[in-house]
T-cell receptor, first 114, second 115 residues
Framework: EPEVTQTPSHQVTQMGQEVILRCVPISNHLYFYWYRQILGQKVEFLVSFYNNEISEKSEIFDDQFSVERPDGSNFTLKIRSTKLEDSAMYFC????????????FGPGTRLLVL | AQKITQTQPGMFVQEKEAVTLDCTYD???????LFWYKQPSSGEMIFLIY??????QNATEGRYSLNFQKARKSANLVISASQLGDSAMYFC????????????FGKGITLSVRP
């Protein structure tokens, strides 16, 4: 069964460093999303992406964040200068689209900023 | 107001019994979708079931069913014949403002299945 994959599974970085989180969505899906979950808290939406454009973003997704689909398979989230409060689990999700189209999540990347 | 409310404390259920996990929601959008996800201790988010606001029947997916009461704005998840592997955190989520828009999640409910 097709699934969303994410790399790395864990990343430790120093405050101020740039990180790139990578995702390979399900191959025929058209809509892509990033969410994050701070430890013990609820899942929060960051950004959605369709047709090579950001379609929606949250207040969390400020100028330090960017997304890219560099080729036909990868979808990346870049954090330019990490802060301590960026420590969280980051989930990529993809959807075929349409009213009944569920968002399927990847296994997540656990980011720890020291 | 909270968009998705999950207020139950940690839930416990005996193996092979049924359990209901509560979810209430708040929206003014007439067209919305409701989702349940399971998050085991390993951390991944697993899609379980979907209910559309215009669906006439309650959604079912194997041992999972959704008790959708539109007037009360509730979308409770029912798990029948609980298994030890059902022990996890369960999140209710809502999608509004378009078929491909973001999901808004509740705080989640921890379910523990006792042998």
């Amino acid at each position: 069964e097709p699934e969303v994959t994410q790399t790395p599974s864990h990343q430790v970085t120093q405050m101020g460093q740039e990180v790139i989180l990578r995702c390979v969505p399900i191959s025929n899906h058209l809509y892509f999303y990033w969410y994050r979950q701070i430890l013990g808290q609820k899942v929060e939406f960051l950004v959605s992406f369709y047709n090579n454009e950001i379609s929606e973003k949250s207040e969390i997704f400020d100028d330090q964040f960017s997304v890219e689909r560099p080729d036909g398979s990868n979808f990346t989230l870049k954090i330019r200068s990490t802060k301590l409060e960026d420590s969280a689990m980051y989930f990529c999700a993809s959807s075929l689209g349409g009213p009944a189209g569920a968002q399927y999540f990847g296994p997540g990347t656990r980011l720890l900023v020291l | 107001a909270q968009k998705i409310t999950q207020t139950q404390p940690g839930m416990f259920v005996q193996e092979k019994e049924a359990v209901t996990l509560d979810c209430t929601y708040d929206t003014s959008d007439p067209s919305y979708g409701l989702f349940w996800y399971k998050q085991p201790s390993s951390g991944e988010m697993i899609f379980l079931i979907y209910q559309g606001s215009y669906d006439q029947q309650n959604a079912t997916e194997g041992r999972y069913s959704l008790n959708f009461q539109k007037a009360r704005k509730s979308a409770n998840l029912v798990i029948s014949a609980s298994q030890l592997g059902d022990s996890a955190m369960y999140f209710c989520a809502m999608r509004e403002n378009g078929a491909n828009s973001k999901l808004t999640f509740g705080k989640g409910i921890t379910l523990s299945v006792r042998p």
